[in-house]
């Protein structure tokens, strides 16, 4: 069925919404099922039937320490936890520990982008050293970070800190979640300057030229121009910063181990400790599954940002 | 350049620019400048930690941890080249693993993105939906049934286990971004094959293939990133046979009596591939995060 002028792809669509009533066109659509079926499969298998197995363990008394207790105890899993102190707190963590990174790399990553969105001297070579932190392993960097950075005696914090009248600061121990948030900030803020710098790049420098001769000043078009344009970036820098800082391990599980006491547990890191240190299994399944339950309430907002970003056009700005 | 009438009253230069347009600024006024310095010491600053790792990586541990710490130094290869030797198989572990998660990640997206984009099914939107919900699930709230479900089929400590689930926590995204890049094809391009005759599959092979295939270079890219510094299911799921590079770096974290040289020559060691990659390779590294938004 070929038309004189090429369709966009949102009219095809609507077409295809109403057209789907005669066998011939519903074989051709159930078609275009097909490539989509390997991934959709591996995809459920992987990812759903863990999630099924995991609701099951949770009805049970599961301790791999104690397997004469096993058996089934309903939601004893689930009373246990609503009274968990710890697990209250590990959530709040996780809220700090997610946020305040996301926050501020978005801020740096702004910052860093707008001064390389100039003809500065060295461009390339600038972008290059900037990505880095987000290249590294994060294992790795946390080590570094832990020894050679923060030492309270023969860190670079501490050494450069120095003539400020600053001596031997344990950070790790004394300023724990200030730790935490520096390293995963230092981490992100690449990745943020990344998209908004593709953001600030991707600009009509027509208009903006166009403003500029107008008299606007440098201040009123970044305000009424550059951040309206760089919202959708930011939504998207938003989003997938948080779906993998919400998971943040590595950091926290090489600098701190959850310490001192909980104040840097985050929810991966409970769940690690109670199913890989107390092998409580019953517990932890039922901690996933409130941990489940949570993000798919929260990310149900999330996702009406994400709504935005699935336009037909993509993010090539129409 | 711009097409704004001149207002009334000014004097009309025939056949030149508005003299906005014409003035260039001279380059080294005093607030470039010190933006530019400005610039430099900001990113500077955060390198400095990757800097000082491969630096740390050439001293004798005597030199490593000092105060003042030491740039001045006798370097030797001595311990690049014992961690060199110590992680050989834990390297050769993370590159099986990451290099066939990406190629499985490919071959399974880029049909899947081309189902949900340029022939798109009747409910495209579900199914996106579908496979960004899994990234928003915290894989730890998965380890334990993931962990029992490998030590009954016996695959603990296998490769096999790591590619099968980096394949797909690496799913969502490759779909995501190969779909917006191939939305960036012109419609006209498709329309062409069929009116000349091609077939699907000879479309997608002499149309679609080669204008993918920096989307699709930089979709590999980033699943490489993600599956080389993947952690958690690491340090979880294996123990010696099948453990990966994150694995070789967790006996450094208590670590006791002189060990920072070492650590951090292993380190970097750990960081090099990824590094090399996303340095040769940046600007697909910014099209594949960007959604293909930047061309």
Redesign the interface.
């Known amino acids: 069925m070929t038309t004189t002028a090429a369709p966009p792809i949102r009219a095809r669509r609507q077409r295809s919404r109403r057209a789907v009533t005669n066998p011939r066109d519903r074989a051709r659509y159930a078609i275009r099922r097909y490539p989509l079926l390997p991934a959709l499969i591996f995809t459920i298998v992987v990812t759903q039937l863990p999630f099924v197995v995991t609701i099951w363990y949770s009805l049970q008394r599961y301790n791999l320490y104690h397997p004469d207790r096993n058996g089934f105890a309903w939601f004893h899993n689930y009373a246990v936890i609503f009274e968990d102190s710890t697990f209250r707190e590990a959530l709040l963590n996780t809220v700090v520990l997610t946020a305040v990174p996301v926050l501020l790399s978005l801020l740096l990553g702004l910052l860093i982008a707008i001064l390389l969105d100039r003809k500065v001297f060295g461009r390339t070579l600038l972008r290059t050293l900037i990505i880095s932190p987000f290249l590294v392993m994060p294992a790795a960097a946390s080590l570094v970070w832990k020894f050679t950075m923060l030492d309270p005696v023969f860190g670079m914090l501490n050494w450069v800190l120095t003539p400020f009248g600053v001596h031997h600061v344990d950070w790790i121990n004394t300023h724990p979640k200030a730790t935490i948030i520096t390293v995963l900030t230092w981490q992100w803020t690449p990745f943020m300057v990344l998209i908004l710098l593709a953001g600030l790049q991707s600009q009509s420098h027509d208009i903006l030229e166009a403003a500029a001769l107008d008299g606007a000043g440098t201040v009123r078009i970044f305000r009424y121009f550059t951040l309206p344009h760089l919202r959708q970036y930011m939504e998207l820098g938003i989003v997938l910063g948080t779906i993998y800082l919400v998971q943040a391990f590595d950091a926290i599980f090489m600098i701190t181990s959850g310490g001192p006491g909980v104040t840097t547990t985050n929810i991966p890191y409970y769940l690690y400790e109670v199913a890989f240190r107390s092998f409580d299994i019953g517990r932890a399944s039922a901690m996933g599954v409130v941990v489940v339950v949570l993000t798919i309430a929260i990310s149900t907002a999330a996702l009406r940002t994400v709504f935005r970003l699935f336009s037909d056009e993509g993010m090539s700005g129409r | ?2 097409s ?1 009438p001149a207002p009334a009253g000014t004097p009309v230069h025939l056949g030149e620019r ?1 003299a ?2 014409r003035r260039k600024p001279r380059r080294f006024t005093p607030g ?1 400048l010190l ?2 310095l ?3 010491l ?3 600053l ?2 400095f ?2 800097a ?2 491969a630096l ?1 990586g050439f001293k004798q541990e005597k030199d490593a ?5 030491r740039v001045v130094f006798t370097p030797t290869l001595s311990q690049y080249s014992s961690a060199f030797d110590k992680g050989v198989s834990y390297l050769v572990n993370s590159v099986f693993t990451t290099v066939v998660s990406t190629l499985i990640v490919l071959l ?2 880029l ?2 993105a ?9 409910n ?2 579900d ?23 490998a030590k009954n089929l016996h695959v603990l400590d296998h490769r096999v286990t790591l590619v ?2 980096y ?2 926590l690496n ?2 995204i490759a ?1 995501w971004m190969l ?2 890049f191939l ?2 094809i ?3 391009i498709f ?1 062409a094959a ?2 000349d005759g091609a077939s699907l599959l000879r479309q997608l092979r002499s149309v679609v293939l080669p204008l993918i295939s920096p989307g699709a270079a930089a979709t590999a890219l980033i699943c490489f ?1 993600f599956a ?2 993947e ?2 299911l690491a ?2 799921l294996t123990t010696t046979t099948a453990a990966t ?2 694995v070789y ?2 006996s ?2 208590t ?1 006791e009596g002189q060990f ?1 040289a070492h ?2 020559a ?3 060691l ?2 090099l591939p ?2 090399i ?3 040769a390779a ?1 600007d697909k ?2 099209r594949g ?6 061309k």
């Open positions: 350049m711009t704004i508005p906005a347009a470039r933006l530019g400005l610039t430099w900001i990113i500077l955060f390198f930690p990757v000082w790792m740390t941890a000092t105060t003042p710490p399974l997206a049909p899947a081309y189902a949900l984009s340029i022939a798109p099914v009747r495209w939107r199914s996106l939906f579908f496979f960004i919900s899994t990234k928003m699930l915290p894989v730890a709230g998965a380890i334990i049934p993931l962990y029992i479900i099968v689930l394949t797909s799913l969502p779909v779909r917006s939305l960036e012109p419609v006209d329309e069929r009116v990133i080389w510094n952690f958690f340090v979880n590079v994150p770096l967790v450094f974290q670590g920072w650590l951090c292993g380190a970097t750990a960081c990824v590094l990659a996303g340095w940046q590294l910014v995060l960007s959604m293909g938004a930047v």
